[in-house]
Each structure stands twice: as C-alpha cells, then as structure tokens.
C-alpha cells in the first residue's frame, strides 16, 4: 500500500527554519517524481518544490528558491524539505506528493501528482 507520511511542522518566527520529513512506503521515493506543495486557509494548494527522478534535478518555485533546499535520504525511503528564511507568508499546510513515473509531468500542478501525504501545519510568526 502506497503512504506519504509528513512530520516536522510547526510554529516559529520569521527567520527561523525547519526541516520537513515525508517517509514513503510501498513504492520506492526515488523512482518517482515527488514533489511538495502547501495550502494556506482559503488558498488553492500552491507548488513549492519537486525533483524529478529520471534526471535528478530539483526545481523550486520563485517565491522560495534560495530558502527551501528539497533533498533525499534513499536509504530511508524519505524525501525532506529544508526551510530557512521563514516568513509569515511562508504559514499554511505542507503536503509531499508522488507521481507514478520517474519523469515528472506537470510537475507545478495538483492534479500531476497521483498520491499525497496527510499535511503538516507550518507557522510563521512576526
């Protein structure tokens, strides 16, 4: 059975980090293309990042680039999601997906990504 599990969210203030955890199971992270987006209340879920696992490449949206890093552990089957830089508008509900291929296709849409993780809450103080 396929599972995307996050963990690592919480509260800070502006400038401080986390560090996201997304452990797959029943598929192999690295074979895939995954990806991480995040909702905030009364917002369409928003792309941050994802890696594309045929040509290990790593791509991130404008609005984070330089603070998140999204990197993997293979041997643990974990994908992460390296935030600093925190800033308020940073808060809202992160989620890790998983495409079926190692390609990633349309990998800044949604509805791209075929199985997703329960979410954890991030938020970001003044």
Do not use: E, I
């Given at each position: 059975r396929v599972q995307l599990v996050e963990s690592g969210g919480g509260s800070v203030q502006t400038g401080g980090s986390l560090r996201l955890s997304c452990a797959a199971s029943g598929f192999t992270a690295s074979s895939r293309c995954m990806g991480w987006f995040r909702q905030a209340p009364g917002k369409e879920r928003e792309w941050v990042a994802s890696i594309d696992s045929y040509a290990d490449t790593t791509d991130y949206a404008d609005s984070v680039k330089g603070r998140f890093t999204?990197?993997?552990?293979?041997?643990?089957?974990?994908?992460?999601l390296q935030m600093s830089g925190l800033k308020p508008e940073d808060t809202g509900m992160y989620y890790c997906a998983s495409q079926v291929s190692a390609i990633c296709f349309t990998p800044t849409t949604p509805d791209g990504y075929t199985y997703w993780g329960q979410g954890t809450q991030v938020t970001v103080s003044s």
């Open positions: 999204l990197s993997r552990d293979n041997a643990q089957n974990t994908m992460y």
